[in-house]
T-cell receptor, first 114, second 113 residues
Framework: TQLLEQSPQFLSIQEGENLTVYCNSS?????LQWYRQEPGEGPVLLVT?????EVKKLKRLTFQFGDARKDSSLHITAAQPGDTGLYLCAGAQVTTDSWGKLQFGAGTQVVVTP | DTAVSQTPKYLVTQMGNDKSIKCEQN?????MYWYKQDSKKFLKIMFS???????INETVPNRFSPKSPDKAHLNLHINSLELGDSAVYFC????????????FGQGTRLTVV
């Protein structure tokens, strides 16, 4: 059973366009993270959100955490070819029971063409 | 200065063989993990070790045996490899009680033929 639903699965856009990736869950998470993975590499952490309603900006990337801490979105403004990659959301319970175990969404493959 | 490094990057082997993957982290984290990424890119946790002690075992077959000689190292030994074991295996580390942000190795692509 997949606890985190990511949408869309695949997104192909032209350079300069905007895009949004969604990550939804029925579970509450203490910490929700976004990673980007490129071919042949491991996932690389982009951002962590922990507070309901939190918004974080990383250059052209904007991350939101829902008020109920169950869902999140990633918005990229004026996408560039370098933004191409597999975007993964992951939720964690920061407790001694779960020990930081990450539950991942299925990922969104983003392709930005020049 | 690679934070989490795992070897080998590629592993091709025949069914029935035994193989090991090694992982080391220099981040000073207490907790290390093994994740498996399937052909659809879905990442699922297999094991977690905290300070050399097994904490999480996500119903992985007994053929998979992790071992942590110290908190900076976590190895994965796989016995009697099967075709279905083909996947990319990632080692990761984190401080789980501080936001649980994970740092991943480059992955080991295991192909069983």
């Amino acid at each position: 059973t997949q606890l985190l639903e990511q949408s869309p699965q695949f997104l192909s856009i032209q350079e300069g366009e905007n895009l949004t990736v969604y990550c939804n869950s029925s579970s509450v998470f203490s910490s929700l993270q976004w990673y980007r993975q490129e071919p042949g590499e491991g996932p690389v952490l982009l951002v962590t959100v922990v507070t309901g309603g939190e918004v974080k900006k990383l250059k052209r990337l904007t991350f939101q955490f829902g008020d109920a801490r169950k869902d999140s979105s990633l918005h990229i403004t004026a996408a560039q070819p370098g933004d191409t990659g597999l975007y993964l959301c992951a939720g964690a319970q920061v407790t001694t029971d779960s020990w930081g175990k990450l539950q991942f969404g299925a990922g969104t493959q983003v392709v930005v063409t020049p | 200065d690679t934070a989490v490094s795992q070897t080998p990057k590629y592993l091709v082997t025949q069914m029935g063989n035994d193989k090991s993957i090694k992982c080391e982290q220099n981040l000073g984290h207490d907790t290390m993990y093994w994740y498996k990424q399937d052909s659809k890119k879905f990442l699922k946790i297999m094991f977690s070790y905290n300070n050399k002690e097994l904490i999480i075992n996500e119903t992985v077959p007994n053929r998979f045996s992790p071992k942590s000689p110290d908190k900076a190292h976590l190895n994965l030994h796989i016995n009697s490899l099967e075709l279905g074991d083909s996947a990319v295996y990632f080692c990761a580390s984190s401080q789980p009680l501080r936001r649980a942000e994970a740092f991943f190795g480059q992955g080991t692509r295991l192909t069983v033929v």
